[in-house]
């Protein structure tokens, strides 16, 4: 089962066992996950879903398109090199992903 | 879906603590309405610490789910039923919220104290000691001869959306009635599938009520660009049945020609389900009316998101200014802000109102709100599909539609948040970056 591990800004972890095809955004929203509100439902109207990521994990991730990077200048916690909007990463059989909520999300 | 708790073993746990007269004891809250505002209430009391039963209780046979993508996705078969579910089962267990599906309330008691029984269209009961109403608001129906065909369809919820699929392969035209969000996405969406789609929209513009005139026409060349027969000012006199009397075959306007369709969409607007707030004798007007916190005039039922007449939230809106807005945005903000009210917090709307709508690949979003606007800026790059009209009160901006362009809607969302300000005359450069240009007050 892939699996993404949560950590919030306070260093709390959550390991969420995810479905293959699942965003990872939606495994969180399901789960409960706090630091995640994905207002739009993951279709890349929002940026409330940003994750950084952490690096060693970073090639593993599909290369991002221009609307969420543009969707990325507008988070409320400023991104950084490892930023992602999480509706964008989908779970593999073999995804084992660490990512890091942000403190905010609106 | 499957079941989670039924509404027998809600409203029997419930009266199984029994004190009052009628067997009922009214503890808890009962939240009226599955919706996305309904369940953002229970969500947000249990992360307050609300400590409370809840009820969650919703008139469909699904479990509470995400809307939006009806038009879209879901339509277009891009994303399953499932993935449109709000929360995990465990997460209702979990957090001791009760779900309750496929029970319409008809009828609510209540005493002095706020407390009461909401009575069901099946007989069933729910006691509770205060009562949420995140009801929503209904598609309104078209008035028209013939509008009771087989075909003649709406798309308001899960059911409606099931029930336009399984009738698709039949169709080679469709017609939409409405040319407001759900009308074009739903246009947008057909035309992907292969279908001819006109559609027919009674007023002189696309998107009316949401978006200014520059918009609109900028939506109008894009769609008809894209492939759609789009007719504004259109008058319809009825819905023609095909020979066999079986079903639609068309839409006959007002000068006798018939646009064929096997499918007629009706997306002409939704009216909000005021009738348990009028039964209850609360204000209604366009909606329930609510003060900053949530709260309907009898003081204690809180009314939230598309059935919620509202004051206009956006920081320095003239006061006695009302709205009722109907987003997720919205549906939301303004549960949260009734999640306070309920544990004895006054906090005030947060955050600047926000929209969008998919459509093909025009990806509108638009930050605050336009009411009050007395002058616009349009900033247009066509080499890369780019399009924003920023809205001005008295100077100040109050709001942006941006097609496809993320940046300009963000500066104005943030600049709005932190009461800033983007002046119009640097704003007008399209080049110009807006973010950069923000001033304080």
Redesign the interface.
Known sequence: MPTVHFTDAEGAVRDIEGNIG?SVM?TA????V?GIVA???G?????TCHVFVREDCLDQLPEMEE?ED??L??TVVDREDNSRLSCQLRLAEDTELYVTTPEAQ? | MDATKTSTTAAHSAAADGTVADGAVRTGLLIVGASQSGVQMA?SLR?LGFDEHITLLGEEDHRPY?R??LS??FLQGTVESE??????N??WD??NVALVKGERIVRIEREADGSGVAHAASGARFPFKRVALTVGARARKLDLPGAELDGVVYLRNADDALALKAQLDGVREAVVIGGGFIGLEAASSLHKMGKAVTVLEYGPRLIGRAVGEETSEYFLNAHRDRGLDIRLDARMKRMVPAEDGSRVAGVELSDGTVVPAQLVLVGIGVVPNTELAEQLGLDVDNGIVVDRHAVASDGTTVAVGDVANIPNPLPGAPEGERIRLES??NA?EHAKVAAYSLMGRSEEY??IP?F?S?QADL?L?IAGLTLGYDSTVVRRDDERGKFSVLYYRDGRIIAADCV?A??D???V??ALAKGQNIPADAAADPAVVL?TIVTDG
């Open positions: 699942d939606e929203v399901r789960n409960g706090p207002e739009c439902g279709s890349l109207s929002c940026a609307m543009e969707m200048y507008g609106v | 969500v992360a995400q939006p993508a879209k996705e993935s449109l579910i709000f929360r995990s465990e997460y979990e957090h997720v945005n939301i947060a955050g926000w969008w998919n990806k979003q496809n993320p940046l809607f963000m500066a969302k943030n973010k």
